[in-house]
């Protein structure tokens, strides 16, 4: 039986990220990833971009973006529910986070235009999350670091917060691998209906989970029952808008809608419920898969008009189309008359001004509850558009606590000498709510890298 020093549990950013480190650092290193080959890399597969502070332009990136500007956009979305001192350390090290990648093969490009105008702040990758994965896995690979697909870790050995090793179940048997440090970057429990109904309860039903089937919550439910520290809100997740069509698992980031800034969202009774124009869609949009999920049903509608059709990322599935508000109503399955009535109300509400999606403009309204702070326009230009909305559930932020070192912290507030987290099992650290666009990757690219790092050399002393 081979011999490792250092065993990794998931096939995503953080846990590559680690494994370089670790394999650097001279350690024997294995990968098992949950997933087969061909749909390796997490919720990774899904991404386009990290958000990195750096102090100017490159000619991709199109200004500077620093860590102060970073904490602060941090702060606002989570509403200060943050470990303090692991954000401040993230935000740092994401600066050195594009020369790193670059030195492991991974290639960015500029931003599209119509995504989330993030030209500034995040950092693209050159053909998506496959590409980053690919590029990733060949460097890791290339160095020598273990991988084994359709292998889950389905029970582990600790004895007092000391790592032995684990049991995994590979294609055709189960195997006990001894390790000498352990590295958890398996993801949070988001593909775990029963889990998430422990939380939301019958609502998690109608849930789409936009990310990888194969994040069940295993590892993180092993790691919390034998005793290391639990953070974060079960019921608090990066969870989106997407589309009510979309699959139930692994749609994807291109289930997304970005139109809501440019319309109204109603429930199923014609009523608006929030603020769709309160902030920059990069700082607002992961909120909406919450306020959908609390609607009755579980469901939303976003209505616009023809003037706003071609502000945003086209959609994959094409929109509901007709010419009047109580036609589109009717193909929504909405009552035409509610509809009507709260569409006009909002007409009526509006407040002339220089729309300008870019800025916070001064279209608004007045007099409504809830308001629509900017970019408020009359839907008034036919034809009219609708769109059905989910939540659709990215990853969730109930995970376990670490330290600056990526080590993770017991029950007890004992620190373990061996085992290490990264990503999203341990995101909730620092996203006690709320969501940036692009964070998950530098909180998994941060952690991960801490977390090999000091895997290996732990096993090196």
Request: hydrophobic share 40%.
């Amino acid at each position: 039986m081979e011999d490792y020093d250092v065993l990794i549990a998931g096939g995503g950013n953080a846990a590559l990220c680690a494994a370089i480190m670790a394999r650097k650092q001279g350690a024997r290193v294995l990968v098992v990833e949950a997933a087969p080959r061909d749909w390796r890399g997490g919720n990774t597969r899904h991404t386009r971009n990290l958000r990195c502070a750096h102090d100017e332009g490159n000619g991709i990136l199109t200004g500077p973006y620093p860590v102060e500007e970073f904490m602060d956009d941090l702060l606002r979305v989570t509403e200060g529910e943050t470990d303090r001192d692991l954000a401040e350390l993230t935000l740092e090290e994401s600066k050195t986070l594009w020369d790193w990648m670059e030195a492991q093969g991974v290639r960015f490009q500029p931003s599209l235009g119509g995504t989330l105008s993030l030209g500034r702040t995040n950092a693209f990758f050159l053909g998506g999350g496959k590409a980053l994965m690919n590029a990733l896995y060949i460097t890791a690979e290339r160095l020598g670091v273990a991988v084994r697909y359709e292998t889950e870790v389905i029970d582990l050995q600790i004895e007092d917060g000391f790592f032995l090793g684990a049991t995994v179940a590979g294609e055709h048997a189960e195997e006990f691998i001894p390790a000498r440090a352990f590295v958890a970057a398996s993801g949070g429990f988001e593909a775990n209906i029963d889990w998430l109904k422990e939380a939301w309860g019958p609502a998690a039903e109608n849930f789409l989970i936009r990310g990888t089937p194969h994040n069940k919550g295993r590892v993180l439910r092993l790691l919390l029952d034998k005793g290391v520290q639990a953070t974060g809100d079960p019921k608090q997740c990066h969870a989106v808008a997407v589309d009510g069509r979309a699959p139930k698992f692994d749609g994807g980031i291109v289930t997304r809608l970005d139109c809501v800034p440019f319309g109204i969202v109603v429930n199923k009774n014609a009523a608006r419920f929030y603020d769709e124009g309160e902030d920059f869609w990069p700082k607002r949009y992961a909120i909406w898969g919450r306020l959908v999920a609390d609607q009755p049903d579980q469901i939303g509608h976003v209505i616009i008009d023809a003037k706003s059709i071609e502000l945003f990322m086209p959609s994959v599935f094409p929109p509901e189309k007709a010419d009047t508000i109580r036609d589109l109503a009717v193909k929504m399955g909405l009552d035409p008359a509610a509809l009507d009535e709260t569409v006009a109300a909002f007409n009526d509400a509006c407040v002339p001004g220089a729309f300008d999606h870019t800025i916070h403009d001064d279209c608004r309204t007045e007099g409504l509850d809830p308001p629509k702070t900017h970019w408020a326009r009359p839907i008034d230009e036919p034809p009219f558009y609708g769109y059905q909305l989910r939540p659709g559930i990215t990853f969730t932020y109930l995970g376990v606590k670490v330290n600056r070192e990526a080590r993770m912290v017991m029950a007890d507030g004992a620190v373990s000498p061996n085992m290490f987290a990264a990503g999203e099992i341990m995101a909730g650290n620092v996203l006690g709510k709320g969501y940036l666009a692009g964070i998950g990757m530098t909180i998994g690219a941060v952690f991960g890298r801490i977390a090999g790092e000091g895997a290996g050399r732990y096993v090196a002393n």
